[in-house]
C-alpha cells in the first residue's frame, strides 16, 4: 500500500522545538522530491519546505527559513522536519507529501504552539 504516515506532533510552547517524521511505504521513496505542508486552523494549505530524492537540495518557505530544517534518510525510507524557535503562529496540521510518478499525502499531524 502507497502511504505516508506522519508523526513527532503536539504541544509545545513557544521557544520550543519538535522533530516531525515521516515514514513512506509502497512506493521507491528515493525518486521521489519531499515536501512539508501545513494548514493553520480556518486558512488554507502553505507550503513548508521541500527537498529533493537525493537530500542535496533544500527549500524553506520565509516564515519558517533559519528556524526549520528539512532532512530525508532514503535508507530508512523517511523523511524529518527539525522545527526550532517555534512560534504560536506555526500552529497547523503538518503534511508530507511525496512528488514523482505518484503524488502522495500523509494523514498529518497536529501541532499546537500554546503558552
Known amino acids: 500500500e502507497v502511504q505516508l504516515v506522519e508523526s513527532g506532533g503536539g504541544l509545545v510552547q513557544p521557544g520550543g522545538s519538535l522533530r516531525l517524521s515521516c515514514a513512506a511505504s509502497?512506493?521507491?521513496?528515493?525518486?521521489?522530491?519531499m515536501s512539508w505542508v501545513r494548514q493553520a486552523p480556518g486558512k488554507g494549505l502553505e507550503w513548508v519546505s521541500a527537498?529533493?530524492?537525493?537530500?542535496?537540495?533544500?527549500a524553506y518557505a520565509d516564515s519558517v527559513k533559519d528556524r526549520f530544517t528539512i532532512s530525508r534518510d532514503n535508507a530508512k525510507k523517511t523523511v524529518y522536519l527539525q522545527m526550532n524557535s517555534l512560534k504560536l503562529e506555526d500552529t497547523a496540521v503538518y503534511y508530507c507529501?511525496?512528488?514523482?510518478?505518484?503524488?502522495?499525502w500523509g494523514q498529518g499531524t497536529l501541532v499546537t504552539v500554546s503558552s
Open positions: 527537498i529533493a530524492d537525493s537530500g542535496v537540495s533544500t
Open positions: 507529501n511525496a512528488v514523482g510518478y505518484l503524488e502522495v
Open positions: 509502497g512506493f521507491t521513496f528515493s525518486l521521489y522530491a
